[in-house]
T-cell receptor, first 114, second 109 residues
């Protein structure tokens, strides 16, 4: 039971390149989300999903796309990477749209855009 | 605008003392407030949840208070140990989960 698995752990991109950050869960939780964490800014919500086929924007969605075709997977796509997207990205899941349930986080993906 | 402020970026205390971390929020009406621990290079890990109608919650050496009038939560670690050194994040639950910037706690032996 791995919980939440993020791949890759580290990535360096050149400006303008595209890539997909993977998030997979084996806890059968409905709610999945992506955050970015920057020094002094805390964790900021990028996109989230309340179930397969349903996605919505968070606080900082620009430059990112998501899709949710299965319960298990919630990939985050950077279409044209910019240096401002250098950050640590976390995927988080919870049983339902977060009310009284805890969130489980992956180990993070450290992305550098040069 | 909505804000969640943890007003100490870093806190150093002596081993054995009680650490008190503060979380203040504005323009939110959360039904729940949570605290997480984050170690370097790792994702946050859930510690405690407190509901708006609860004044206090305890778990082992941890205690959380939630004052919706003051819009503040206090997080206490009693009998602190060097292993408690980490960054602690408060988070508000409304439709989604919103985080403060965190307080980096260092417990000095």
């Amino acid at each position: 039971n791995a919980g939440v698995t993020q791949t890759p752990k580290f990535q360096v991109l050149k400006t303008g390149q595209s890539m997909t950050l993977q998030c997979a869960q084996d806890m059968n939780h409905e709610y999945m989300s992506w955050y970015r964490q920057d020094p002094g800014m805390g964790l900021r919500l990028i996109h989230y999903s309340v179930g397969a086929g349903i996605t919505d924007q968070g606080e900082v969605p620009n430059g990112y796309n998501v899709s949710r075709s299965t319960t298990e997977d919630f990939p985050l796509r950077l279409l044209s990477a910019a240096p401002s997207q250098t950050s640590v990205y976390f995927c988080a899941i919870s049983e339902s749209r977060p009310m009284n349930t805890e969130a489980f986080f992956g180990q993070g993906t450290r992305l550098t855009v040069v | 605008s909505q804000k969640i402020e943890q007003n100490s970026e870093a806190l150093n205390i002596q081993e054995g003392k009680t650490a008190t971390l503060t979380c203040n929020y504005t323009n939110y009406s959360p039904a729940y407030l949570q605290w997480y621990r984050q170690d370097p290079g790792r994702g946050p890990v859930f510690l405690l949840l407190i509901r708006e109608n609860e004044k206090e919650k305890r778990k082992e050496r941890l205690k959380v208070t939630f004052d919706t009038t003051l819009k503040q939560s206090l997080f206490h670690i009693t009998a602190s140990q060097p292993a408690d050194s980490a960054t602690y994040l408060c988070a508000l639950r409304s439709n989604n989960l919103f985080f403060g910037t965190g307080t980096r706690l260092t417990v000095i032996p």
